[in-house]
């Protein structure tokens, strides 16, 4: 596109004060041209860094990286992007929210064109540079958010456990990976003892703070692979990866001792709470993941038939 | 010119027959040349980059329905498979998205191939799959414009997938056309574990203009 002398004077104009920051280095990476943007950014006027080598100029680039993605452009004559959420920036500039920000320096997404001459040879490299400041700050609130949100929805409300559909949840993939790997899995399926005559005597509000209570004793006898959640109104499924029904019935009678270990003071009364629990493992005929909860539920039945206060491990014929 | 002696082809391991022929022969045979140029300077432009031999597939150019794209990446890796992609959009004359699958294990091969350290952070990984999907993609997209005669620009990479499981990258029920033209091509270091496979789809509008593109292209050789 030849340009008329007036066309030419508006492009210089323009590129010079667009709101973004233009240069342009050569082969040796002399800086050719420092828009406005760049002036104001850098402190640095034109005419000290024009004629200058781009590194030399500013040694708080990052070279050896940025060196070489010039030269990738000299060689493969392509265009090339930096992103402000793998690199923040390339030049440590303010930013214009000093007031409102929380970041450190201004946010930059960079372009870097290849200029070539008439016979196609790469003779210049454009960079323009954008200010991402407001969007780096509106993402990184949005990323907070979700993981909030996140977080909200995997909880159950009452105890702060990991709900049902959390805790079914890890139970598939745990069953997908012990598949894969031939590893070993087992839950516990555990339920308070007489809970609903705690509702009935006590009332509801001591219903939940022995749910509460219960929940903390259950999480503290836990390892750190094991998922716990509340399963239903005083259900507890515990996942338990690499770990047989031997392992798992050494930790269910741990869970069983700390939660009676002692009473639960609630409105005057002291409650002794007893737990019943059933425990299955994974086997080479298990179907599904479903099948290990169903499993659990028949073994803790069999423990609250057997006078409650106890653990079961799941036997076929049950 | 670009020099050949880094890049090879290798026979493509399946052929899909195309349900619907947006193209006569002669178009097929003219877009094929187009898209083979191109994706071989593509793996030229790997080979440099990484110092490297790089054996390409014959580039497959084929109409696809959604349902095909899911089974295409499938092909790729084993579908327990954890892979990481990378989108950019191309527009001008033509209106498209290019996206490059990276199988892990080769995307952790590749900061080695790059000369980076191997045990990168997140973020210097993530930089390392745009950097090579934007050279990939720029030198396809090139090759074809330089070729064609015709204008065509393409914006920055950014991330699709990060060690996602492949069914969770394209996910059918959000993907909002029915038919596509796709070209793709499969890219392997030799001795590596790094392999990655390139994805460029066009949708019904600029799949016509490329129709006459070719026709012009035809007329001027």
């Known amino acids: 596109m030849p340009a008329s002398n007036a066309t030419a004077s508006l492009l210089n104009f323009i590129v010079d004060r667009a709101h973004m920051g233009i240069f342009v280095v050569n082969q040796k990476r002399e800086i050719l041209l420092w828009n406005q943007f760049m002036e104001i950014h850098s402190e640095r006027k034109a005419d000290t860094v024009i004629g200058q080598n781009l590194f030399e100029a500013f040694p708080e680039l990052p070279k050896k990286w940025l060196d070489r993605k010039i030269e990738n452009i000299f060689i493969l004559k392509n265009f090339s992007f930096t992103s402000w959420e793998q690199r923040p920036y390339l030049f440590k500039f303010a930013h214009n929210r000093p007031v409102t920000g929380g970041v450190d320096c201004m946010r930059q997404d960079c372009t870097l064109m290849p200029i070539k001459d008439s016979c196609g040879e790469v003779q210049y490299v454009c960079f323009t540079l954008f200010d991402v400041t407001d969007t780096s700050i509106y993402q990184s609130k949005l990323e907070e958010t979700t993981e909030k949100l996140r977080e909200l929805s995997n909880r159950d409300g009452l105890t702060q456990l990991f709900n049902r559909r959390y805790v079914e949840e890890a139970l598939g993939k745990e069953f997908n990976r012990a598949r894969r790997y031939h590893s070993k899995l087992s839950v516990i399926l555990t339920d308070i003892d007489f809970f609903k005559k705690v509702n009935d005597v006590h009332g509801h509000l001591a219903g939940d703070e022995v749910l509460r209570e219960i929940s903390r004793r259950l999480a503290s006898g836990l390892r750190g692979t094991d998922t716990l959640g509340r399963y239903g109104g005083e259900e507890f499924l515990v996942v338990l990866p690499e770990t047989d029904t031997q392992g798992a019935y050494v930790l269910a009678e741990r869970l069983r001792k700390t939660v009676q270990a002692k009473p639960i003071e609630i409105e005057g009364a002291s409650l002794i709470i007893n737990i019943s629990l059933g425990i299955t493992e994974l086997r080479e005929s298990t179907a599904a993941y479903a099948q290990l909860i169903a499993e659990a539920d028949l073994a803790l039945y069999q423990s609250k038939e057997n006078g409650r206060n106890c653990v079961t491990l799941f036997q076929p014929g049950f | ?221």
């Open chain 2, 1 to 221: 010119m670009y020099c050949t002696n880094t890049v090879s082809f290798k026979p493509a391991s399946k052929t899909t027959s195309m349900s619907i022929q947006p193209y006569t022969e002669d178009q097929n045979d003219a877009l094929q040349e187009v898209v083979n140029i191109a994706m071989g300077q593509a793996g030229d432009s790997l080979a440099r980059i990484l110092g490297h031999f790089v054996g390409l597939s014959v580039p497959r150019i084929r109409l696809v329905t959604v349902e095909d794209v899911i089974k295409t990446v499938t092909d790729m890796v084993d579908e327990n498979a954890e892979i990481s992609a990378v989108r950019q959009a191309f527009s001008n004359a033509l209106r498209g998205e290019a996206i490059v699958a990276f199988a892990q294990a080769g995307a952790d091969d590749l900061a080695d191939l790059m000369g980076y350290d191997t045990d990168l952070d997140q973020s210097a990984e993530q930089e390392l799959l745009l950097e090579v999907s934007n050279l990939l993609v720029g030198a396809v997209i090139n090759g074809i414009s330089d070729t064609l005669k015709t204008d065509l620009s393409f914006s920055a990479p950014s991330l699709m997938a990060q060690r996602t499981p492949l069914d969770q990258v394209l996910v059918p029920e959000q993907l909002s056309w029915s038919h596509a033209l796709l070209m793709e091509v499969n890219f392997t270091v030799e001795d590596r574990d790094f392999h990655c496979h390139l994805l460029m789809f066009m949708t019904e509008g600029a799949i016509d203009t490329l129709r006459d593109i070719l026709d012009e292209f035809m007329d001027s050789i």
